[in-house]
């Protein structure tokens, strides 16, 4: 074999594929033109940002006077996050039992416990904040159910996949011995799935802590009311302690779902 022989090429398409190729390509070069910040504009922001004046300038040194009430602040949006991904986990087992092919009990049901994953999964949480804040009012009650909506959606589609890539070797023998659909499920589907449903909470659990922070914007508790409140006020440098506090507990998170998985998987 010569050594051009071994190069690896692009496989030759046909005219159909071409077209779908240029398609793509100018659905993304006529969106970057449509939405894209102009060259001039981005330069001047870029210049009044690193002004002596600008707001780099104002957020440093950060501000530490009130960096006790950030922390508790910090501990309700962790609180937050820990709740509503728990509750969402739990919520979306069910939902995706009833949306795998070879578990849910009906087509009907089936199609139906899909459309309300998607549901979830295609509303953002912040629009799902502001429907709880009219339901249950201002507070971190709000944010909590955002999140485990949220969650249900993210956890329900990723645990219906698991398990139909599952192993089908164990489910049908115990079926073929009369096992009930429960004991199926417990006995040979959720064992095979463990590591997949593991690696998906840890992730759900890191999206939470990281998307809690935003719905405090819109008033569903946690350090984003705080973070909003500084901007509104021109308070830079406390803005950028609140940032720094944020950034050093999603590391601490992120370490720490690494440790737990490197452990169990």
């Not at 006020?233 to 803005?239: G, K, Q, S």
Request: proline share 5%; net charge neutral; charged share 15%.
């Amino acid at each position: 074999m010569t050594a051009a022989s071994a190069l690896p090429r692009f496989r030759h398409r046909s005219l159909p594929e071409y077209a779908g190729l240029l398609i793509v390509a100018a659905l993304v070069l006529s969106s970057i033109a449509a939405t894209a910040p102009q060259v001039d504009a981005l330069g001047r922001g870029l210049t009044r940002l690193v002004a002596p004046s600008g707001l780099l300038a104002q957020m440093f040194p950060p501000d530490l006077t009130r960096i006790d009430r950030i922390a508790l602040k910090l501990l309700e949006t962790l609180q937050m996050a820990i709740a509503g991904a728990a509750l969402g986990l739990i919520f979306a087992v069910p939902f995706a039992i009833l949306a795998t092919d070879r578990l849910s009990p009906h087509p009907a049901i089936r199609i139906a416990a899909r459309g309300i994953i998607a549901l979830f999964r295609t509303i953002p949480d912040l629009v799902w904040a502001i429907f709880f804040i009219i339901m249950v009012g201002l507070g971190p009650a709000a944010g909590v159910l955002a999140i485990m909506v949220d969650k249900i959606g993210f956890a329900g589609r990723f645990f219906a996949e698991a398990m139909e890539e599952a192993d089908t070797g164990p489910q049908d023998a115990l079926r073929a011995i009369g096992a009930s659909r429960m004991g199926i499920i417990f006995s040979a589907v959720f064992p095979a799935c463990l590591p997949s449903f593991t690696a998906t909470s840890l992730f759900a659990l890191e999206k939470a802590v990281r998307g809690s922070a935003a719905l405090g914007l819109v008033g569903a508790g946690g350090i984003g009311v705080d973070l909003k409140v500084a901007f509104d006020l021109f308070n830079y440098d406390e803005a950028l302690t609140i940032i720094l506090m944020l950034l050093g507990l999603v590391l601490i998170v992120e370490q720490g779902s690494n440790w737990i998985r490197s452990k169990l998987m």
